[in-house]
């Protein structure tokens, strides 16, 4: 949001991200501390170490979109994430999942683009070969290039859905 509008108010921030005031304001102090933020009466502001790491934030995941429930993916609600050439972080994809579902996710699964296909880590099956429409969708709306990950977290709501797949993905960043 910040790195979207100049100034952001604290009412906005808590109806975004599903919090209260007192805890938006207690975030924002924090992100304060980090000089990450500053504020004036007309709102919060990212500081200009706050836009260089939104600006690397954005660099390595600059995509998401919402999946359908398929064969692979059995949430009600779905949220995918692209992580930029991170496959060599990624295990077994059970780390990333364990985080989502720390954030309320009922699961999460984790996939690798390598040889022009979507694969399960270490392994060089197609995750798609029996839903090509679905594996279609995700190359079609996240354009993955070698060696990208995709995150994808499910829940029964949708904003568990995609907060979770973003925490997963930032914790991903954050263990390098």
Same mark, same amino acid.
Do not use: H, R
């Given at each position: 949001m910040l790195a979207k509008e100049i100034f952001v108010s604290r009412a906005t921030f808590g109806k975004e991200i599903h919090l209260g005031e007192g805890a938006v304001k207690t975030l924002i102090l924090h992100l304060k501390e980090a000089?990450?933020?500053?504020?004036?009466k007309s709102g919060t502001f990212l500081t200009e170490k706050g836009h260089k790491l939104t600006n690397q934030i954005h660099s390595a995941i600059p995509k998401e979109c919402k999946i359908k429930k398929c064969s692979i993916i059995q949430g009600k609600y779905n949220h995918a994430i692209l992580l930029k050439n991170y496959s060599t972080t990624i295990k077994t994809g059970l780390e990333q999942r364990d985080y989502a579902i720390l954030y309320g996710s009922s699961g999460c699964t984790t996939m690798i683009y390598k040889n022009k296909k979507l694969v399960f880590p270490g392994d060089e099956k197609e995750c798609f070969i029996? @839903?090509?429409?679905? =594996?279609?969708?995700?190359?079609?709306?996240?354009?993955? @290039?070698? =060696?990208?990950? /995709?995150? /994808?977290?499910?829940? @029964? @709501?949708?904003?568990?859905?995609e907060i979770s797949a973003k925490n997963s993905a930032l914790w991903t960043l954050a263990s390098v």
């Open positions: 000089k990450l933020v500053d504020s004036t029996k @839903d090509m429409k679905t =594996g279609n969708y995700l190359l079609e709306n996240l354009c993955p @290039d070698e =060696g990208d990950v /995709i995150i /994808i977290s499910s829940s @029964d @709501d949708p904003f568990v859905a």
